[in-house]
């Protein structure tokens, strides 16, 4: 169901003058906006899509499919939804490098702080798309039937019995062979992990936010956790140009089975 350009044995296309023009195109489309969200909002897009090297990423890279129901937990002030919106209206002048354009996807966002979904209502919530914000604890939202989930820097928040939940959650959410797309910080690159703790609290202390404490775990025992649920399990590193120690974990549900055949 979901594109396998992703992992990270796939060949990434070589950035040029094409594809540097059309990020920079959808950067400013993606956090225009944010403008009339007020001025921290505008400024918080383009810092966090400008120098955060995810959503690039996923562009170059694939992974996102045309047409999905794509659910964001932990969205924010709704980044990917807006980006997802600009997508569509520059999809004529996709590179041709990159994977198929992930168009036409429908969006829900769930995000735990009431000021940052209301900065996603104001800047983005009267898109064409329409995409949905829920307001509410990760831990107890419902999750809608969908192909694919992100999850990006959220996880850690939650105790590890409560990971392992949510992760079950997800996994039967997710409609035969969809994605979850979850970014982790990986423990065992002490330095890494500790720089981007650091950055992380914060950055969430600016957004207003209380710190709390968090729970991380090594590559491996990501992997094994993501294993247990069910999930195939790919990292791709993610983390380009940043002093973080952040992975990809594309981490697939198996497809339906087909039908046996009738007996002859």
């Not at 920079?24 to 403008?35: D, S």
């Not at 354009?101 to 979904?117: H, N």
């Not at 703790?197 to 094994?224: C, N």
């Amino acid at each position: 169901m979901n594109s396998a350009v992703l992992p990270s044995s796939a060949p990434v296309p070589p950035r040029n003058a094409q594809t540097d023009a059309a990020w920079r195109a959808l950067h400013e489309a993606a956090c225009a906006p944010y403008r009339r969200a007020g001025r921290f909002a505008w400024h918080f897009a383009r810092g966090k899509l400008g120098r955060d090297p995810v959503f690039r990423g996923l562009l170059e890279r694939g992974g996102l499919r045309a047409g999905a129901h794509v659910v964001d937990i932990g969205c924010g002030q709704g980044l990917l939804a807006s980006l997802f919106a600009a997508i569509d209206a520059q999809a004529a002048r996709w590179p041709p490098s990159w994977p198929e354009a992930p168009v036409q996807c429908s969006y829900t966002g769930i995000e735990l702080m009431p000021r940052d979904v209301a900065r996603a209502e104001a800047a983005v919530g009267d898109l064409p798309s329409r995409p949905r914000f829920v307001c509410g604890d990760m831990r107890e939202v419902p999750l809608p039937a969908c192909d694919t989930v992100v999850i990006l820097d959220v996880l850690h928040y939650v105790d590890h019995v409560a990971q392992a939940a949510l992760l079950q959650r997800v996994h039967a959410a997710l409609r035969p062979g969809g994605r979850l797309l979850l970014r982790v910080g990986d423990a065992s690159a002490r330095r890494g992990f500790l720089v981007s703790q650091w950055v992380d609290r914060i950055v969430t202390m600016v957004r207003g936010h209380r710190v709390p404490p968090t729970w991380g775990r090594t590559l491996p025992e990501w992997i094994a956790v993501l294993a247990a649920q069910g999930f195939a399990v790919q990292p791709v590193p993610m983390s380009q140009g940043t002093p973080f120690a952040n992975v990809l974990l594309v981490a697939d549900r198996a497809p339906a089975l087909a039908a046996p055949s009738p007996a002859a």
